[in-house]
């Protein structure tokens, strides 16, 4: 097998992009890749996906920030990042030299928020913009704003106006109305879907009996989330399986990875692993080479196949 068998393509009705391989860093979990492009060229990846850039500079939560649970982490950053201006100013040179897929990942709190971000993003030639619907939206009492059908399609129709970029939505892993959401993602012309962000959870300080972190809420991701991620990959593959799907929650190795892909996901998103591994990403792909071969398959062949084999 040559390494054209890891190729995949996220194609939507109005565009597609193809990818050398289907082997992404989640956002937030990578910074912007210059300090790993220091330990193994980043192009080698299938996309680099910068972290959620908000309209204007945050500090983030107070800390604690991170909990080590079985198998993950809850986090509470809180969208820590220095605001868009900075980012086109000082990341946007490093993400614009590689030749690699090049996505940007976007955080409104207002649907103007996310307008706003996607104006300042548009005149670059980046490949894709992730819009990051899994955050708090301030004027509808903090919820998500996927997590309302009517704001979720406002803000999607609105950013899809300004750009004619390839767009992703992320999405929330806790939903109950995934087809609903799904829906409202094709119909405003968005090209891809990211399953998903990380699950609310909660610790709290047995001696102090006050919960472990200042927001009380949490984001639970790593391996312990990975049955849930590929449970909503799969319902998604299968109620909208022409809307092209990155899966992402507790990937670890190949043989995960694999696992998204036969459920529906036509590449994936691997986040607290490079935490704990730097080089989980090149390994990653070079055993999934290994995998091509051995079972003499090409990826794209084998999207949604676990649906085909009932
Ligand atoms: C420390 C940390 C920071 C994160 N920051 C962001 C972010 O800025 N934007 C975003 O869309 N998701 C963010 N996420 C969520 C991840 O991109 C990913 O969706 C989630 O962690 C699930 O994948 P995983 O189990 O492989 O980590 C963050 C996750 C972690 C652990």
């Given at each position: 097998m040559s390494n054209n068998s890891m190729q995949v393509t996220l194609q939507s009705s109005g565009r597609s992009i193809q990818l050398k391989n289907p082997i992404v860093p989640a956002s937030g979990t990578f910074g912007d890749g210059s300090i790993v492009n220091s330990l193994?060229?980043?192009?080698?990846?299938g996309a680099l996906l910068t972290k959620s850039i908000t309209l204007h500079s945050r500090q983030g939560n107070?800390?604690?920030?991170i909990y080590e649970t079985p198998g993950g982490i809850l986090n509470?950053?809180?969208?820590e990042n220095k605001g868009v201006k900075w980012f086109l100013e000082e990341v946007m040179p490093f993400v614009l030299s590689l030749h690699t897929s090049k996505w940007i990942s976007i955080a409104g709190f207002t649907v103007d928020e996310f307008v706003e971000l996607t104006r300042a993003i548009n005149?670059?030639?980046?490949d894709a913009i992730e819009v990051n619907v899994s955050c708090p939206n301030i004027h509808k009492n903090g919820i998500q704003f996927c997590q309302n059908k009517d704001v979720l399609q406002d803000t999607l129709h609105r950013v899809r106006k300004v750009t004619d970029h390839f767009l992703i939505a992320k999405i929330a892993l806790e939903t109950n109305s995934l087809s609903e959401i799904l829906e409202v993602i094709q119909q405003e012309g968005f090209d891809a879907v990211c399953i998903g962000n990380t699950i609310r959870g909660i610790a709290i300080d047995p001696i102090s009996r006050k919960p472990f972190f200042h927001q009380i809420f949490a984001g639970l991701s790593g391996p312990a989330i990975k049955p849930i991620a590929l449970r909503v990959v799969w319902e998604a593959f299968s109620s909208h399986p022409t809307l092209p799907i990155i899966g992402c929650g507790g990937i670890q190795c190949a043989s995960d990875v694999i696992e998204f892909i036969c459920a529906g996901a036509s590449a994936v998103e691997v986040g607290t692993m490079n935490l704990v591994d730097p080089f989980i990403l090149p390994n990653i792909i070079q055993d999934i080479d290994t995998y091509c071969t051995n079972h003499e398959v090409t990826l794209s062949s084998i999207i949604g196949s676990s649906h085909r084999s009932l």
């Amino acid at each position: 097998m040559s390494n054209n068998s890891m190729q995949v393509t996220l194609q939507s009705s109005g565009r597609s992009i193809q990818l050398k391989n289907p082997i992404v860093p989640a956002s937030g979990t990578f910074g912007d890749g210059s300090i790993v492009n220091s330990l193994y060229d980043v192009n080698q990846l299938g996309a680099l996906l910068t972290k959620s850039i908000t309209l204007h500079s945050r500090q983030g939560n107070p800390s604690p920030r991170i909990y080590e649970t079985p198998g993950g982490i809850l986090n509470s950053v809180g969208l820590e990042n220095k605001g868009v201006k900075w980012f086109l100013e000082e990341v946007m040179p490093f993400v614009l030299s590689l030749h690699t897929s090049k996505w940007i990942s976007i955080a409104g709190f207002t649907v103007d928020e996310f307008v706003e971000l996607t104006r300042a993003i548009n005149p670059y030639e980046v490949d894709a913009i992730e819009v990051n619907v899994s955050c708090p939206n301030i004027h509808k009492n903090g919820i998500q704003f996927c997590q309302n059908k009517d704001v979720l399609q406002d803000t999607l129709h609105r950013v899809r106006k300004v750009t004619d970029h390839f767009l992703i939505a992320k999405i929330a892993l806790e939903t109950n109305s995934l087809s609903e959401i799904l829906e409202v993602i094709q119909q405003e012309g968005f090209d891809a879907v990211c399953i998903g962000n990380t699950i609310r959870g909660i610790a709290i300080d047995p001696i102090s009996r006050k919960p472990f972190f200042h927001q009380i809420f949490a984001g639970l991701s790593g391996p312990a989330i990975k049955p849930i991620a590929l449970r909503v990959v799969w319902e998604a593959f299968s109620s909208h399986p022409t809307l092209p799907i990155i899966g992402c929650g507790g990937i670890q190795c190949a043989s995960d990875v694999i696992e998204f892909i036969c459920a529906g996901a036509s590449a994936v998103e691997v986040g607290t692993m490079n935490l704990v591994d730097p080089f989980i990403l090149p390994n990653i792909i070079q055993d999934i080479d290994t995998y091509c071969t051995n079972h003499e398959v090409t990826l794209s062949s084998i999207i949604g196949s676990s649906h085909r084999s009932l």
